[in-house]
């Protein structure tokens, strides 16, 4: 939904996208950050989010360059560098339009992403702003 988008509050990693359950969010985002959470953490250095359904506060610690394959090339994008009340590392792109989890990690977990194929025909249509290819 547009309004997850926009101003949504709460981030996802799990039960968003049941089998066999519709369910329809309005300000739950998954593996995104919305805009005005994006915005909120550069501008003030912190923002409120529903993880998961439980209410944490992001803190941002710094932007780093993230090393992921495009198209089978290696690439780096600019990312930002976000820690929870509860001890994880997150890692989100830095682009407004795009701020998409790279990474998340705990002292027990480790979800990354690795590649992006987005040269083929009809595939991955959802993507809206992909990294420069080297």
């Known amino acids: 939904r547009k309004k ?3 101003k949504g509050k709460g981030l996802t990693l799990s039960g968003l996208f049941e089998p066999g359950i519709d369910s329809e969010s309005k ?12 915005d909120e953490l550069l501008e003030a250095g912190e ?6 359904r439980l209410s944490t506060k992001f803190t941002l610690k710094g932007e780093i360059t ?20 509860r001890g994880g590392r997150w890692v989100f792109q830095k682009v407004r339009g795009n701020p998409v989890l790279l990474e998340f990690s705990n002292r027990y977990y480790r979800e990354y992403l690795k590649s992006v194929i987005s040269n083929q025909p009809g595939s991955l249509r959802w993507i809206r702003e992909l990294p420069p290819v080297k």
Do not use: G, H
């Open 4 to 6: 997850a988008v926009e």
């Open 27 to 38: 300000d739950v985002m998954t593996t995104w950050l919305s805009r005005a959470r994006y």
């Open 47 to 52: 923002t409120k989010i529903r993880l998961n």
């Open 66 to 85: 993230y090393s992921l394959q495009v198209d089978k090339r290696e690439t780096s994008v600019p990312a930002l560098v976000v820690v929870d009340a």
